[in-house]
Antibody
Framework: EVQLVESGGGLVQPGGSLKLSCAAS????????VHWVRQASGKGLEWVGH??????????AYAASVKGRFTVSRDDSANTAYLQMNRLKAEDTAVYYC??????????????WGRGTLVTVSS | DIVLTQSPDTLSLSPGEVATLSCRAS???????LAWYQQKPGQPPRLLIY???IRAAGIPDRFSGSGSGTDFTLTINTLEPEDFAGYSC?????????FGQGTKVEIK
């Protein structure tokens, strides 16, 4: 059974940092790209960024709203992806989901999601 | 960036009725790389449709997707009580990947 479990969320002050983890099981993690998507309370889904596989040199991409502040990475030996968030702002407050793109190639969508972890940026 | 605009924002219907949800893209989505997700409060998104019209595993056949280019539709035939939820479209043809703002299907 495919499972993704996020952790690391919590309350952080503006300007602070937080690192989220996404632990995967039930599939060949190294074959999949991993995406981070967030959702502010009462709002729609917002794609944050992704990390591709070793075959694609662990390439990353980010939404303009987080570029330069957030970093997505992965450790295939631990079946885990990470989202390092720096210089956090109030508008980064959201539930953060990780999602699996089954195969790292054109035309593959996010098919499984974790249950999310809440990040609150407030003083 | 590809902007996805969903309409309506809210759809008020009764069980047994048909729901028609629209998703319009600001530019052509090649290869129909468009997905639909269902989301209930406090839960993650659930994949319904990918490739604009392909039902994901385990999704009832009352859910169907159609469209191409810039205009896409999710149809839910004979609404069941568990179908009252939020629905989002999503394009995965071009980075940055983007989502529509969502349509809420509520009980009338």
């Amino acid at each position: 059974e495919v499972q993704l479990v996020e952790s690391g969320g919590g309350l952080v002050q503006p300007g602070g940092s937080l690192k989220l983890s996404c632990a995967a099981s039930g599939f060949t993690f190294s074959d999949s790209a991993v995406h981070w998507v967030r959702q502010a309370s009462g709002k729609g889904l917002e794609w944050v960024g992704h990390v591709r596989t070793a075959f694609n040199f662990f390439a990353t991409a980010y939404a303009a709203s987080v570029k330069g502040r957030f970093t997505v990475s992965r450790d295939d030996s631990a079946n885990t992806a990470y989202l390092q968030m720096n210089r956090l702002k109030a508008e980064d407050t959201a539930v953060y989901y990780c999602g699996r793109q089954k195969l790292d190639g054109s035309g593959y969508h996010i098919d499984y999601w974790g249950r999310g972890t809440l990040v609150t940026v407030s003083s | 960036d590809i902007v996805l605009t969903q309409s309506p924002d809210t759809l008020s219907l009764s069980p047994g009725e048909v729901a028609t949800l629209s998703c319009r893209a600001s530019q052509r989505i090649s290869y129909n790389y468009l997905a639909w997700y269902q989301q209930k409060p406090g839960q993650p998104p659930r994949l319904l449709i990918y490739g604009a019209s392909i039902r994901a595993a385990g999704i009832p056949d009352r859910f169907s997707g159609s469209g191409s280019g810039t205009d896409f539709t999710l149809t839910i035939n004979t609404l069941e009580p568990e179908d009252f939820a939020g629905y989002s479209c999503h394009q995965y043809v071009m980075s940055p990947w983007t989502f529509g703002q969502g349509t809420k299907v509520e009980i009338k």
